[in-house]
């Protein structure tokens, strides 16, 4: 079957940190990932994407790493602040390449 | 730009009463769309999709059901609603896999 799922529901981290969120799916025929960023009372936000043609992909201050050998994927924020705290959720193509399945989300507390 | 608006932002209704969730797309053609259900401190789950007007696939059987009766809007509705019915509803629409959301309904069923 299909499922996403986040190895811990919440990270607490000091700012200026460098913060990781982990991520690790089922479906090996997956051939696109998304991180989103949800505020309280919020829709998700999208954050960076990444294909499974690619093992890392950059942006303004977060990195995505996928490694598709072992079905895992992180998303790395560099210099966490307060303004990053939120719930990341990771999520995947589905089967059939119409919708996304989302995990459960991992809460991030960035204390000053 | 594309745009994203749902509404009502929040709702209170009793049980058992009807339910019509609204969302419209601006900006875009032919868009994918999608709505989700959150729980309160849970993550998303995909309840319908639709990929054109007239055409949609349900996820999870449920009381709840969905319509397209334009390109750009999309309805979520529900006869008699359920307890369990309660939580932050989200539509979503994408074009080539990236989904972009809009700002949810909070349901509660009282």
Sequence with gaps: GESVGLHLPTLSVQEGDNSIINCAYSNSASDYFIWYKQESGKGPQFIIDIRSNMDKRQGQRVTVLLNKTVKHLSLQIAATQPGDSAVYFCAEINQAGTALIFGKGTTLSVSS | ?110
């Design chain 2, 1 to 110: 730009s594309q745009t994203i608006h749902q509404w009502p932002a929040t709702l209170v209704q009793p049980v058992g009463s009807p339910l019509s969730l609204e969302c419209t797309v601006e900006g875009t053609s032919n868009p994918n769309l999608y709505w989700y259900r959150q729980a309160a401190g849970r993550g998303l789950q995909l309840l319908f999709y639709s990929v054109g007007i007239g055409q949609i696939s349900s996820e999870v059987p449920q009381n709840l059901s969905a319509s397209r009766p334009q390109d750009r809007q999309f309805i979520l509705s529900s006869k008699k609603l359920l307890l369990s019915d309660s939580g932050f509803y989200l539509c979503a629409w994408s074009t080539r896999g990236e989904q972009f959301f809009g700002p949810g309904t909070r349901l509660t069923v009282l």
